[in-house]
């Protein structure tokens, strides 16, 4: 399955408009929304203005407990597995808890684990933690696996938005096969061979930003990625 993540920070009802309209939206599966970094985008009001153009499920993607929206329809609660930031593993969670149990959001609880993408990414520094090196996947095994026996119901292994490079292909097929869950993998998906290589070596769910709003055109290609693999 393809996701679009959508930064409240730079959607706007154009960018929506557009890309909501654009041949192969028909084949995205899920819109993910929010961000490592939101300064000045409105989460309700982007949430509102995808629902206006699209029935197709909206998943919160939040970098903090300030981007819970009610009118979404789902969350990744995301505990940051690959970090050893308190905080992200369960501070911000604790703090998010009493408005998530009355928000009637589906809650998807996310093993969220950083790769290192050939770059400094947002998330990695405003997380303030170290992505998982490359070329070292049984970190990221041993990991994504500790993540499933604490229960998580979903694992995504993520080199951040704008990496230079996409999770290797090895790295994914070797966490495909340790886990029961389904497996997401983002950061860096600039072209068809990217989106079908990370499906061929395991990934449930593929996740494009960036790319995708420089280029909405992109669609159509991550739709016959899609139908190939
Ligand atoms: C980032 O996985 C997402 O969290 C998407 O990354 O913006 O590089 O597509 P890109």
New binding site residues.
């Given amino acids: 399955m393809v996701s679009v ?1 959508i930064d409240p920070d730079s959607a706007n009802e154009k960018h929506i408009d557009f890309l909501t309209s654009r041949v192969g939206f028909d084949d995205i599966d899920f819109i993910f929304v929010g961000g490592s970094l939101v300064t000045d985008g409105n989460i309700k009001n982007c949430v509102q203005l995808i629902k206006n153009r699209t029935s197709k499920p909206i998943v919160l993607f939040p970098g903090s407990p300030n981007q819970i929206e009610e009118e979404a329809d789902g969350i990744l609660l995301l505990s940051l597995i690959s970090g050893r930031n308190p905080d992200l593993l369960i501070g911000r969670q604790v703090e998010a808890a009493h408005k998530l149990k009355g928000s009637g959001l589906e809650i998807l609880p996310t093993g969220y684990i950083l790769i290192d993408g050939g770059r400094t990414t947002t ?1 990695s520094y405003i997380s303030n933690t170290t992505p998982i090196p490359p070329d070292k996947p049984g970190i990221a095994v041993a990991t994504a696996l500790a993540g499933c026996q604490l229960g998580q119901r979903l694992i995504y292994l ?1 080199c ?4 230079r490079h996409c999770a290797p292909p090895q790295l994914i097929k070797m966490v495909k096969n340790e886990i029961n869950v389904p497996l997401i993998v ?4 600039r072209s068809q061979t990217d989106a079908e290589v990370l499906f061929k070596a395991g990934a449930d769910i593929i ?5 995708l709003e420089e280029n909405p055109e992109f669609l159509t290609q991550l739709a016959v990625a899609k139908l190939n693999t």
Avoid: E, F, M, R
Avoid at 160 to 163: C, I, L, T, V
Avoid at 207 to 211: A, I
């Fill in positions: 993540l998330v993520d951040g938005s704008g990496a983002g950061g860096g998906i996740v494009v930003g960036n790319h």
